[in-house]
Structure formats: structure tokens, C-alpha cells
């Protein structure tokens, strides 16, 4: 057996960063946009996001801390998601800025926000794939002994798809077209996907 590094998370992992989020990697950035009750709009980028189920379609993102992201979407119910290309990484940067409340980071990221088909939530216009979301459960995580960690998970169901064109080939989405970046883990890691790195392998039957 190969040499390998061990350790126990709840003791500390001995290394310059933690490693835990560069194993789980790359993963889907889950770029949300929301609104307060007050109206005032939010749009901040998550790096623990994925799609949970098919039909109906579910996704959902975790907030270390409870965040206006969660605060927002709890207020009103919705909150919209957007693509992370490697054209507005600099813009979806931006957006994760440490600010007050009242900042709205639509505006600061200097992106337009394009209003929803059937959601109060703005959605990201410069973005060529974006969801409209409805709330569906805010669950607050556990230890393994049962006790509450102050992380946030937030599921929401798909109810609209915006697609840009020209990234449906033959009726086919083109993943590696929109040029997706996915975070990479360690302190400033990102990936972009290439189509160079695409293959296929079909369940066995």
C-alpha cells in the first residue's frame, strides 16, 4: 500500500491550508441571487453547490454562517442561479465581497440584473445560463453527535431555465461552450472547463 497522509478533521489537519475542499474538487459554484424583504438585491458566489434531484429539479448551495443569501431567501422564497463563465469570473469575484447588507452586488460587480419570468429575483443578464428558484427547505447541519453547526443548507426548485442559444447543439446543451469555471479549493483555486477533456462512458447494461 501506498504511503498516505492521515488525519483526524476535529484535530486539525497539520497542513499550510486545509485540504478538504480542494478533495472535494472542482465543484459547481452556486452564483445566487436574491432579494430582501426590503427589496434590496443580493448576489453573492458559494462554493459547497450542487443539483440534488431530476424531477422536479432541485438544487441547492450551503452558506457557512447565515448569510443575507439565507436571510433573503428565507424572507421571501426565491433566489435565482447563475452561471459562473470564465468571461465574468473577474464580476462573480467581485461579488463576494465582504459588504454591508444595503450593498447591492449586482451593482457592484457592474452586472445587470435582468428581471425573472416568474420569480421576484432578478437573474444575472450577462450570464448565458441562469435558473428561477422557489424555496423549498432550509435545513441547518448536524454533527455526527447531534449538535447544530452554523451552516446553512438551502434546496430550491428549478421553476425557469434560460439557456442561451447558442449553446444548444442539435437540442444537446454544450457544457464545455459556456466555459464554466468550478472552484478548485486552497485559497484562490479555480478550474475552466476544456473540451479536450470531455469523454463518454455509458452505465454497463
Given at each position: 500500500?501506498?504511503?498516505?497522509?492521515?488525519?483526524?478533521?476535529a484535530?486539525?489537519?497539520?497542513?499550510?491550508?486545509?485540504p478538504?475542499?480542494a478533495?472535494?474538487?472542482?465543484r459547481?459554484?452556486?452564483?445566487?441571487?436574491?432579494?430582501?424583504?426590503?427589496?434590496v438585491?443580493?448576489?453573492?458566489?458559494?462554493?459547497?453547490?450542487n443539483?440534488?434531484?431530476y424531477?422536479?429539479?432541485?438544487?441547492g448551495?450551503?452558506?457557512i454562517?447565515?448569510?443575507?443569501?439565507?436571510?433573503n431567501?428565507?424572507?421571501?422564497?426565491?433566489?435565482t442561479?447563475?452561471?459562473?463563465?470564465?468571461?465574468?469570473?473577474?464580476?462573480?469575484?467581485?461579488?463576494?465581497?465582504?459588504?454591508?447588507?444595503?450593498?447591492n452586488?449586482?451593482?457592484?460587480?457592474?452586472?445587470?440584473?435582468?428581471?425573472?419570468?416568474?420569480?421576484s429575483?432578478?437573474?444575472?443578464?450577462?450570464?448565458?445560463?441562469s435558473?428561477e428558484?422557489?424555496?423549498?427547505?432550509?435545513l441547518?447541519?448536524?454533527?455526527?453527535?447531534?449538535?447544530?453547526?452554523?451552516?446553512?443548507?438551502?434546496f430550491?426548485?428549478?421553476?425557469g431555465?434560460?439557456i442561451?442559444a447558442h449553446?444548444?447543439?442539435?437540442?444537446?446543451?454544450?457544457?464545455?461552450?459556456?466555459?464554466?469555471?468550478?472552484?478548485a479549493g486552497?485559497?484562490?483555486?479555480?478550474?475552466?472547463?476544456?473540451?479536450?477533456?470531455?469523454?463518454?462512458?455509458?452505465?454497463?447494461?
Amino acid at each position: 500500500m501506498q504511503d498516505a497522509y492521515f488525519y483526524e478533521p476535529a484535530k486539525g489537519h497539520g497542513l499550510p491550508h486545509d485540504p478538504f475542499n480542494a478533495l472535494v474538487a472542482p465543484r459547481p459554484i452556486g452564483w445566487i441571487g436574491s432579494r430582501s424583504a426590503e427589496g434590496v438585491l443580493n448576489l453573492a458566489p458559494y462554493s459547497f453547490f450542487n443539483a440534488f434531484n431530476y424531477h422536479p429539479p432541485i438544487i441547492g448551495f450551503s452558506s457557512i454562517t447565515y448569510k443575507d443569501s439565507v436571510r433573503n431567501i428565507e424572507a421571501t422564497g426565491e433566489f435565482t442561479w447563475n452561471l459562473a463563465t470564465r468571461a465574468l469570473a473577474e464580476a462573480m469575484n467581485q461579488s463576494c465581497k465582504a459588504v454591508p447588507p444595503e450593498v447591492n452586488e449586482f451593482e457592484l460587480a457592474g452586472l445587470t440584473a435582468e428581471p425573472s419570468r416568474l420569480v421576484s429575483v432578478p437573474r444575472v443578464a450577462e450570464t448565458p445560463v441562469s435558473f428561477e428558484c422557489r424555496l423549498s427547505q432550509i435545513l441547518r447541519l448536524n454533527t455526527a453527535a447531534g449538535e447544530a453547526v452554523d451552516t446553512w443548507v438551502v434546496f430550491g426548485e428549478v421553476v425557469g431555465v434560460h439557456i442561451a442559444a447558442h449553446l444548444l447543439k442539435d437540442g444537446i446543451y454544450d457544457t464545455a461552450a459556456a466555459e464554466p469555471i468550478l472552484r478548485a479549493g486552497g485559497p484562490a483555486g479555480y478550474f475552466s472547463v476544456d473540451p479536450s477533456q470531455y469523454f463518454e462512458m455509458y452505465r454497463p447494461r
